[in-house]
């Protein structure tokens, strides 16, 4: 009975002992596994916003950048070396013109002593954000003149003309003089006008929001020859001819942005259907780029323009990347930053803001009432996207997740929460 009882109590323990390391392993089992699943998921995640780690990283450089800013500054090693043949202008290696001091407008007198002229002001941005309504409204002002681009708005030309760019397509190049023609009228008008001081205080405009954000033709710039990232844009070139440029710019919600632009353009069948597709089309395009490049080569590669500029131009809505470019150029008092939303629920006063932002004369409710400047009537609305059922929930979602953290960011550089959208 005694051997008997010292078995059982044997058999027992070890019993309970393999029980309890039983229990053990089990729970290192499941905690095992656990870990694997967070890991994959994690990695996963970590794939799919590849953009948005890169961009952390851009937007921490961003803040050192902004707090030692000094402006970009011409070198003369620009010019240094002779370069090879090009069929742009080396603008960098142009003499800037000697502006008239009782110009208000930067005007020059050229060889055969005609009165040239620059824009004093660029509207650069955004693309179906009411840039157009705006620019209309602004040289309805006495002292605020256009150009003979289109609509009397968009020379087209930092942007497109001057690297022989369209849309879609290439076209012949234009050089500097052609550029300068488009504001001869203006420059004739300024010519001929002077206040009572004998200055003349008459501005012209540029109004072509591609100058804010399709550098794609940045390879053409002699500067930039076998470098696989440019080092000079539109902005280093528009600085040195005239480091006194003010500029405007209008954002609107990227999402609603792109839905208006998509339906604007007629880039496809015009249905909400057609346009979820064609956004995973160009959200795979993007990433697929991205796995390899860093997020400022994918924005400003031509090939990559010309695939979404056939499906959904996805890559417009990156405002804190094309802002930063600019940024970097000119010093933030030289640019005024408007909200499509605002703008359209209070007309008077971003008006009367863009005005005292450009030294032209004051208007009382009145005038501008008189002008026209307050009108009802909004140009270019996309009347094609009003015909569609709203954007589905599930693309809506997806380009929030790729756009909110640019946003967060363009709301902290802008110190402005409400570009958060």
């Not at 802002?323 to 605002?342: A, G």
């Not at 009347?383 to 929030?400: C, F, G, H």
Request: hydrophobic content about 35%; overall charge positive; charged content about 25%.
């Amino acid at each position: 009975m005694e051997l008997s009882r010292r078995l059982n109590y044997h058999w027992n323990s070890i019993a309970v002992t393999l029980s309890r390391r039983l229990k053990n392993l089990w729970s290192t089992i499941v905690i095992f596994l656990i870990a694997c699943l967070l890991v994959t998921l994690t990695l996963d995640s970590l794939n799919k916003q590849k953009i948005f780690l890169k961009f952390n990283v851009f937007s921490k450089n961003h803040s050192n950048r902004s707090n030692e800013f000094q402006g970009w500054k011409y070198e003369e090693k620009y010019c240094q070396n002779k370069r090879q043949h090009t069929s742009v202008d080396d603008i960098l290696c142009m003499k800037p013109f000697q502006y008239l001091p009782n110009f208000k407008n930067p005007c020059w007198k050229d060889v055969n002593h005609t009165i040239k002229c620059l824009p004093y002001f660029m509207l650069i941005g955004m693309d179906k954000s009411g840039s157009s309504d705006l620019f209309d409204r602004l040289i309805k002002h006495p002292e605020i003149k256009g150009n003979t681009g289109s609509q009397g708005k968009e020379t087209m030309w930092w942007s497109w003309r001057r690297y022989g760019l369209w849309l879609t397509r290439k076209i012949k190049r234009q050089n500097l003089n052609d550029y300068t023609s488009y504001f001869d009228g203006s420059a004739a008008h300024i010519s001929n006008t002077t206040n009572d001081q004998g200055y003349h205080n008459l501005i012209a405009g540029d109004g072509t929001p591609m100058d804010m954000w399709d550098f794609r033709g940045w390879p053409q710039i002699p500067q930039n020859l076998n470098k696989s990232e440019p080092e000079i844009l539109t902005p280093h070139l528009i600085r040195h001819l005239y480091p006194e440029m003010k500029f405007i710019i209008i954002l609107r919600n990227p999402i609603d942005r792109l839905y208006s632009d998509y339906f604007f353009l007629k880039l496809g069948i015009p249905t909400r259907a057609a346009f979820d597709v064609a956004v995973n089309s160009s959200l795979q395009i993007l990433n697929e780029c991205n796995r390899v490049n860093s997020l400022r080569k994918c924005l400003y590669d031509a090939k990559l323009h010309y695939k979404w500029d056939n499906k959904a131009r996805i890559h417009l809505g990156f405002y804190y990347v094309f802002l930063l470019e600019w940024f970097k150029v000119f010093p933030r008092d030289q640019f005024i930053i408007l909200r499509t939303e605002d703008y359209s629920k209070d007309m008077s006063y971003h008006m009367s803001k863009l005005y005292k932002f450009l030294g032209a004369g004051e208007l009382s409710m009145k005038q501008m009432k008189d002008l026209g400047i307050l009108s009802r009537e909004h140009k270019h609305r996309t009347k094609e996207k009003q015909k569609v059922a709203p954007m589905s929930n599930v693309t809506r979602d997806k380009l929030l997740n790729l756009y909110t953290p640019f946003n967060n960011a363009l709301s902290v550089m802008l110190n402005d929460s409400r570009f958060r959208w």
